[in-house]
């Protein structure tokens, strides 16, 4: 079955970085665009960065854009958020997501809290 298991989260300073993985199984994983979602408390969930199967092509949400990158590895299974500059208001739990036709596919979430 599709599995998706994020990993990398934590506490950190203003102003530091964290990289985020989610390693995918159960489907075959180059053939499928990524997405990375966040979902702070009291707020929806929101979309933070989409990445193409091949990984030419990437798309951030403007809160984000120049101190997040998303990133592949085809052939280690494994989709990638490296976030730098991080603010308190990056503080959220952190989700990568699959869509196979009509069905979102979820990872379980690591939370990032960024603070003194």
């Known amino acids: 079955q599709v599995q998706l298991v994020e990993s990398g989260g934590g506490l950190v300073q203003p102003g530091g970085s964290l990289r985020l993985s989610c390693a995918a199984s159960?489907?075959?994983?180059?053939?499928?665009?990524m997405n990375w979602y966040r979902q702070a408390p009291g707020k929806e969930r929101e979309l933070v960065a989409a990445?193409?199967?091949?990984?030419?092509?990437?798309n951030y949400a403007d809160s984000v854009k120049g101190r997040f990158t998303i990133s592949r590895d085809n052939v280690k299974n494994t989709l990638y958020l490296e976030m730098n500059s991080l603010k308190p208001e990056d503080t959220a739990v952190y989700y990568c997501k699959v869509v196979f036709g009509y069905s979102n596919y979820w990872g379980q979430g690591t939370q990032v809290t960024v603070s003194q």
């Open positions: 159960g489907f075959t994983f180059s053939a499928y665009g």
């Open positions: 990445i193409t199967r091949s990984g030419i092509s990437t």
